[in-house]
């Protein structure tokens, strides 16, 4: 066994009585991975203070010895987002777990990455052609979630590459491409030069194009509809038992979004008990700044209510996605 591997074993198991002794604000997942950040192979590439560069060498030698040229050619998106492989000797509980759902389902185990970002609560998976797929867990996401939701999220991920749902978004979308210049060169003969002026026709020419464009993306999300990431949950609490952990994750996403607003109503209270204090100028430059980031708030549950409520966006609220789990328990315990 290699030396860090002892290292992080015992990080581990100091770990987990700090863990048992006090609330359990983090779980074993999270845990594992703060033992990664002191091991003496990664320490650098977690170093805040740290040469960047070198970190970055250290990062790239560990990354390219454990992964083939085409498998970092085909997960060259998620190597962009300054990722750290998660091998059985890294970070073997989560590795294990990972595993544990790929052989039950019949899966090849996919390259499991850690950003380094510590600002992504999200997580995502690829499955580009025949490669076994990769998923990426942020950072962020692994501090604030209990190992029971990490589960649920990386079931779900773990679903999208079971079902080869990028693959099969790619294979509309290249409909959806054909569909596009088949609609565009039907069109484009009601538009001629004769009847316009040369700036005129070229206008017409790009709204047709956008028009057209437009169409043919809708109409692959009309085809898409939710559908993959209904498959994905359902693969998460059905063939994994983990819809207490997506209920929990979706319910603290939307605790999220109640605490933004409430953060909109003290700054607002703030900035008018401290009206007579302020000067007019300094009042109505924040007042100003104040009104446009809420302008900009309220785009944004539009747009969310748009893209979760109709068949526009890829994702159905959490609140849909709560109740579609929470429906499958009722079933289960009736």
């Known amino acids: ?10 990080l581990l198991a100091v770990g987990s009585l ?6 359990p604000v983090h779980g074993r997942y999270y845990a594992e991975l703060q033992a990664l950040k002191d091991t003496p192979e990664t320490k650098l590439m977690f170093d805040e203070d740290a040469h960047q560069g070198l970190a970055g060498i250290e990062r790239d030698i560990i990354i390219r010895k454990d992964l083939t040229q085409f498998q970092r050619f085909v997960r060259g998106l998620f190597l962009m987002c300054d990722v750290v492989l998660v091998t059985p000797e890294t970070m073997p509980l989560l590795h294990g777990y990972v595993e544990d759902v790929c052989k039950k389902a019949n899966m090849v185990t996919p390259t499991v990455f850690i950003t380094r970002h510590e600002g992504i609560f999200n997580a995502f998976a690829q499955k580009l052609l025949m490669s076994s797929g990769a998923i ?7 501090k604030e979630v209990s190992d029971e939701s990490l589960e649920g999220i990386v079931a779900h991920e773990l679903g999208h590459i079971k079902y080869n749902h990028v693959n099969k978004a790619l294979a509309l979308s290249v409909l959806g491409g054909i569909m ?8 484009e003969k009601y538009i001629t030069v004769k009847d316009n002026t040369q700036y005129t026709y070229a206008f017409k020419q790009y709204l047709l194009w956008e028009a057209t464009k437009a169409a043919s993306s809708l109409m ?3 085809i898409i509809n939710k559908r993959f990431e209904k498959e994905a949950d359902a693969f998460a609490y059905e063939a994994n038992g983990k819809a207490n952990g997506l209920i929990e994750f979706f319910e603290l996403l939307l605790k999220k979004d109640e605490i933004r607003e409430e953060e909109f109503v003290t700054v607002y209270e703030l900035l008018q008990n401290n009206k007579s204090s302020l000067s007019g100028l300094d009042y109505y430059r924040l ?10 708030h309220l785009f944004t549950k539009a747009y969310k209510m748009l893209y979760h409520e109709t068949f526009v966006g890829a994702h159905p609220s959490p609140e849909a996605r709560i109740k579609a789990a929470q429906d499958y328990l009722a079933q289960q315990n009736a």
């Not at 007042?287 to 900009?296: L, Q, R, V």
């Open 1 to 10: 066994m290699k030396l860090y591997s002892v290292f992080l074993s015992g």
């Open 18 to 23: 700090s863990i048992a002794e006090d609330a």
């Open 136 to 142: 990426l867990i942020g950072q962020k996401l692994m």
């Open 180 to 187: 596009h210049m088949l609609l565009l060169n039907k069109l």
């Open 220 to 222: 692959v999300a009309f």
């Open 287 to 296: 007042a100003f700044k104040y009104y446009i980031m809420k302008g900009g």
